[in-house]
């Protein structure tokens, strides 16, 4: 069954310097999401992709933090400088269709990022 | 307000008994849809079933099934003969019309025993 896959499973990295998680998506999926989740709180919604731009972000998405579809197949989320409350399992999403009700946006195994 | 309510932060079930694990949810708009994950303690999180709001049947898949109540704005889900595999965070979630973003709720914390 497809999946959507992220690299690296851990990553630290000390605070200030510059962070990019990677992502593949679905191959036949169309939208791309980030999702983060802070040690023992609930999933939070950070931006929504569909192509070649941002569709949609919450207020945490702020300009330290950006996203990008460099070729076909990768998703990228990079955190220009991180803080130690960027500490948190992030999780790329994808799905089939965006604003459909009924598409279920199918998520990676996450990335924990651990800031020094 | 919340819009996703999970009160249950934790429940045991036996293996072989179906156990409900509680969702209540908070929209104005007449569209929307209703998801659930489960978390292993591993991490990742794993689609496990959904209902849309005009949706006329409950939804089922496998050995899940959503208990729909609209007009009290819940929806529950039930796993059926549970299994020791079953154990997991579970996570109810709401996407709203013209928005692409899962709202979550805080989880709950299913153990099932021997």
């Known amino acids: 069954e497809p999946e959507v896959t992220q690299t690296p499973s851990h990553q630290v990295t000390q605070m200030g310097q510059e962070v990019i998680l990677r992502c593949v998506p679905i191959s036949n999926h169309l939208y791309f999401y980030w999702y983060r989740q802070i040690l023992g709180q609930k999933v939070e919604f950070l931006v929504s992709f569909y192509n070649n731009e941002i569709s949609e972000k919450s207020e945490i998405f702020d300009d330290q933090f950006s996203v990008e579809r460099p070729d076909g197949s990768n998703f990228t989320l990079k955190i220009r400088s991180t803080k130690l409350e960027d500490s948190a399992m992030y999780f790329c999403?994808?799905?089939?269709?965006?604003?459909?009700?009924?598409?279920?946006?199918?998520f990676g195994d996450g990335t924990r990022l651990s800031i020094l | 307000a919340q819009k996703i309510t999970q009160t249950q932060p934790g429940m045991f079930v036996q293996e072989k008994e179906a156990v409900t694990l509680d969702c209540t949810y908070d929209?104005?708009?007449?569209?929307?849809?209703l998801f659930w994950y489960k978390q292993p303690s591993s991490g990742e999180m794993i689609f496990l079933i959904y209902?849309?709001?005009?949706?006329?049947q409950n939804a089922t898949e496998g050995r899940y099934s959503l208990n729909f109540q609209k007009a009290r704005k819940s929806a529950n889900l039930v796993i059926s003969a549970s299994q020791l595999g079953d154990s997991a965070m579970y996570f109810c979630?709401?996407?709203?019309?013209?928005?692409?973003?899962?709202?979550f709720g805080t989880g709950t914390r299913l153990q099932v025993f021997p």
């Open positions: 209902q849309g709001s005009y949706d006329q």
């Open positions: 979630a709401m996407r709203e019309l013209n928005t692409d973003k899962l709202i």
């Open positions: 929209t104005s708009d007449p569209s929307y849809g």
């Open positions: 999403a994808s799905s089939e269709a965006g604003r459909i009700s009924n598409q279920p946006q199918h």
